[in-house]
């Protein structure tokens, strides 16, 4: 196996009951590198990102995934997020009731126990909120708010990158991050993104349009279509698709 | 023998002894009550508005009642401090029946508020006792008088509220006068103590005149949790014009108590009452509110929470009359069920046809979390004016799947996620305890409550 890789997914299948969505997907992501997926609705891209990330609504039938060698499949939802996998979700949740700045300080510190390191006090947590807010340009009100409850659908995704950065993670799913924001927003979620970026990280951005990659360059850039991989290229194929849609990976596959 | 029965022959056998021991205040209810309870029979699970719950098991074991007053088990206020923090509360214990000032209490109380024994009032007071006394539990009658009306269950006084007047001999007297406002909340400790299963029948009278304001905690406790007891208690409460009365009321007692508590209140123009009853543990426990608004932009908040576990039964019902024009009432009920726990909410709101412009809201949410606990829901309205705002909602429901994932993706264990959104659910209940301190305090015990601790007096002491 390939030492340097931090993603290593192989042959990796996957649905809901007895549906398959996901069926043998191989990806493999290394420190520092950007990777695009791209590919029409319904091809199983959230579905790959969530399978990942643990959400019990899927199952596995088969195959492998690792981050920085450690096996993701065997671990909960809880224990991947500390092994360092960050997931936007393309449909942020909202929790009335709980407030933003609880729900941080939660998380935060189940990662810190699991690294066995002291809980943050309270004003080392608010001094780090504040740095981090300031990466996303977040409004101090909405951290002051019940997660994602009222949000704007671009608060929402600002929202998540926001929590990206405290969480700072080793691999980052985006998953449409880009939808629902404005222009100006994009630009700043972006270079949130780009900022929170260094060599030992990487991040996968699923989207669907150009525009963002603009923002974030990937390295690669694969197609997912009907849950395989078929296509896997430079920056240069994201353009392409731009121009030629889909139809061309329809006809081949 | 039916479990009715043998409190009226224990009546018949005693009145003596009882009357002996019972201010005439007290007495003087107690032929009619009689005489009422002989064609009467305790509710039933199944019965209209009872859908959990049978009052008639509640009260069919063989309680002691104690009749004579032996002052037993008082020393039992001694670990129960119920203290919270930053709150200046005038506190006195209410040991089974007895009324037990602290020695603090009448030194601290303000002028024009008085709180004392109910026995004790009737002597000082018959006139003001009298008055009261039984006044809304005793003679609730039914307007409008449909003869379908299903409400009728919930609004005729419950043979319990009669069988309380039957037997009452204390409880607690409060009154402030016209245009005090009391800053600090009263504070009465309920618990019941003894070594054998004990009835406490006990009351609590509460007069708030024109302009005058209070807030009054009660907390309910075991001493023991190995021994049967069974609490009957009925308030009434008054609510004077521009009277304001919040009572924050907290059940924390063991899975051997039974609570059997009536509500009834009557708001004159423009008062504002607030009550939020909270069940963390008991037993069985029956709760029921009956709230009449009659005058003029008279308001009422009613809110309750139980978290149950285990074989706990928790029975909430409220009927709210709006009988007076441009009232306003709102119902927050929510439960959180687990284990083999059930709960039920039968949430009544009734518009008489002089009620214009009312309007009368009611929510009752529920989280069932285990496969075998269950929830029953049942809103009743009756609504016989036409410039009304009224709306109701129930849902009973699981845990939010994809908020749990949302928050053990970021790394929250799935516990700990499950315990925030279990108190977040509770959040607006809590919120309507305007006592910020108090407030921090409930919300602390729900959340120990959620933690799995049984305790919680433990917490309070610390
Ligand atoms: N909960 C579910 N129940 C049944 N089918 C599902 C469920 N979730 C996803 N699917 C199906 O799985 C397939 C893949 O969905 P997925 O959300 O992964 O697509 P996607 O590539 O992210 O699409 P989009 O670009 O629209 O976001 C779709 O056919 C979808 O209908
Ligand atoms: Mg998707």
Redesign the pocket.
């Known amino acids: 196996m390939d030492q340097n890789l931090l993603l290593n997914v192989c042959g990796l299948r996957a ?3 007895d ?1 398959e ?1 996901l069926r043998g997907i191989d990806l493999q992501v290394r420190p520092g590198e950007v990777h695009a997926i791209m ?12 399978v990942l990330a643990g959400d019990p ?1 899927f199952t596995v039938y088969g195959g492998s995934a690792t981050l920085g060698g450690v096996d993701l499949l065997a671990l909960s939802p809880e224990d991947r997020s500390h092994e360092g996998l960050f997931l936007s979700f ?1 449909y942020p949740v909202e929790i009335p009731g709980v407030s933003m700045v609880n729900f941080m300080r939660a998380a935060v510190n189940a990662k810190r126990r699991y690294l066995n390191l002291e809980p943050l006090s309270a004003s080392e947590f608010l001094k780090m909120m504040r740095q981090k807010r300031a990466i996303v340009e977040l409004d101090n009100k909405l951290a002051s708010r019940s997660v994602n409850e009222g949000f704007s659908g671009g608060e929402k995704k600002r929202n998540e990158i926001f929590q990206m950065a405290v969480l700072e993670p080793r691999l980052a799913i985006l ?2 991050t880009d939808s629902g924001l404005d222009i100006d927003a994009l630009r700043i979620v972006a270079s949130g993104v780009n900022k929170l970026k260094t060599n030992q990280n990487a991040t996968i951005v ?1 989207t ?1 349009y150009q525009r963002l990659l603009d923002y974030i360059k990937p390295d690669v850039v694969h197609i ?1 279509y009907k ?1 395989r991989i078929v296509h896997t290229a430079g920056p240069e194929l994201a353009l392409e698709l731009e121009e030629k849609g889909y139809d061309w990976i329809k006809e081949q596959n | 023998m039916d479990a009715l029965a043998q409190y009226l022959n224990l009546y018949r056998e005693h009145s003596d002894v009882l009357m002996a021991n019972a201010p005439e205040a007290l007495n003087r209810p107690r032929p009619r009550a009689y005489e009422r309870l002989m064609s009467a029979r305790l509710p039933r699970k199944g019965d209209e508005g009872y859908p959990a719950l049978s009052v008639e098991e509640m009260f069919a074991p063989d309680y002691g009642v104690n009749l004579r007053r032996v002052p037993f088990g008082v020393e039992a206020s001694e670990p129960f401090r119920c203290g919270v923090p930053n709150v200046s509360t005038l506190m006195a214990f209410v040991v089974n029946d007895s009324f037990r000032p602290t020695a603090t209490l009448e030194r601290n109380l303000p002028d024009g508020v008085e709180v004392m024994s109910l026995a004790r009032a009737a002597e000082i007071y018959p006139d003001v006792v009298a008055k009261h006394y039984d006044a809304l539990a005793g003679a609730v009658k039914l307007i409008p008088t449909d003869p379908h009306s299903t409400a009728d269950a919930v609004m005729q006084p419950s043979a319990v509220s009669v069988l309380n007047t039957l037997l009452c001999q204390d409880g607690v007297f409060v009154r402030v006068k016209a245009g005090v406002r009391c800053d600090k909340p009263l504070q009465i400790v309920n618990i019941s103590n003894a070594s054998a299963p004990l009835l406490a029948v006990r009351r609590m009278l509460v007069i708030v005149e024109d302009g005058a304001s209070c807030s009054i905690l009660t907390c309910d406790h075991a001493a023991s949790h190995d021994v049967d007891y069974l609490n009957c208690q009925v308030t009434e409460a008054f609510l004077g014009r521009g009277a304001s009365l919040d009572i924050y009321d907290l059940e924390e007692s063991s899975a051997r108590t039974a609570r059997h508590a009536q509500l009834y209140a009557r708001q004159d123009e423009g008062s504002e009452f607030t009550v939020n009853g909270t069940t963390l543990v008991g037993g069985r426990t029956r709760n029921s509110y009956y709230v009449e608004l009659c005058g003029e932009h008279a308001r009422a908040k009613l809110a309750g929470m139980a978290i149950g576990g285990d074989e706990q039964a928790v029975e909430n019902a409220t009927c709210v009359i709006h009988r007076a024009p441009k009232t306003e009432s709102d119902q927050l009920f929510k439960n959180i069920l687990d284990d083999k726990a059930e709960g039920a909410f039968y949430g009544s709101i009734i518009v008489d046809e002089k009620a214009d412009f009312t309007k009368a809201y009611q929510i009752n949410r529920n989280i069932v979390a285990s496969p075998s606990a269950r929830m029953h829901t049942r809103p009743q309205l009756e609504i016989y004016c036409d410039e009304v705002k009224c709306s109701h909602g129930a849902t009973v429901g699981q845990i939010d799947e994809n908020a749990m994932f949302y928050m053990r993706q970021r790394g929250i264990p799935e516990r700990q996620a499950r315990m925030m959104l279990m108190q977040a659910f509770m959040a607006d209940v809590i919120d309507t305890v305007s006592i910020p301190a108090l407030k921090s305090r409930l919300a602390q015990l729900v959340e120990l409550r959620l933690s799995g601790t049984r305790e919680l007096c433990a917490a309070c002491e610390r």
């Open positions: 649905g809901i009951g549906k969505i590919g029409p609705n319904g091809s199983g891209k959230s579905t790959l990102a969530g609504r393309q998953d449409e699923i669907h997912l849950g």
